[in-house]
């Protein structure tokens, strides 16, 4: 067992940095602690030096809250494809937080969800919040790497098998976010209307 936390360098920090625009993403940090308790490991949290096992489910339903906020402020401002798009990503986040508490239990973990932190309300305009997404995205990527490179170095081949799933997710999550990123910043005004109306064929 190790009793130093497993980010930070120092036994005095309980918590890593995120970039400025992210700090509301805390939650994912949390989730990664309580996954590496899943390999039998103890981190972290500035309180009783431990983590409990419903913070990872809690902190993915705080990342289906954040693409459904966003969905919301994009409905709100007339965006009704782009909304779209991200209620689907909002029912993505809630099915990873269903498969984690499913591989909990079948690892004897108990899974239990626990009031969740507000998330962010408005953007400036569409491409802050598909900016906001792909940074979002690229921050969940990093962390689910280090939970890979742990399972390999603790052995805990079933779940190294089980993130690999989530490492093959995030390279298409990562793509699909920067590209809709690239194309509005092409598109202008003239073309957002446009890339409006195709985001929400989305099935």
């Known amino acids: 067992m190790k009793d130093k936390c497993l980010i930070c360098t120092e036994q005095s920090m309980h918590r890593c940095e995120v970039p400025v625009q992210m700090k509301k993403v805390k939650g994912l940090i949390i989730m990664l602690l309580i996954s590496l308790s ?13 983590v409990s096992t419903y913070e990872q489910i809690t902190a993915e339903l705080w990342s289906a809250n954040l693409y459904l906020s966003m969905s919301f402020y994009l409905k709100r401002e007339g965006y009704d ?81 089980f993130l690999w799933r989530f490492v093959r997710e995030q390279v298409e999550e990562e793509a699909s976010t920067l590209n809709i990123v690239e194309k509005m910043r092409k598109a202008g005004e003239a073309g957002i209307l446009f890339l409006d109306a195709q985001l929400g064929k989305r099935a």
């Open 38 to 50: 899943l390999f039998g490991m103890t981190a972290c949290d500035g309180e009783n030096g431990k």
């Open 81 to 161: 494809g782009f909304a779209h798009w991200m209620e689907k990503q909002y029912h993505e986040e809630v099915n990873h937080a269903i498969a984690i508490a499913h591989y909990m239990i079948n690892r004897n973990a108990i899974p239990k969800i626990e009031k969740l932190d507000v998330v962010p309300q408005s953007w400036g305009n569409p491409q802050e919040a598909f900016e906001d997404a792909y940074k979002h995205e690229r921050h969940v990527s990093q962390l689910i790497d280090l939970l890979v490179k742990v399972a390999s170095e603790e052995k805990d081949n079933a779940t190294q098998d």
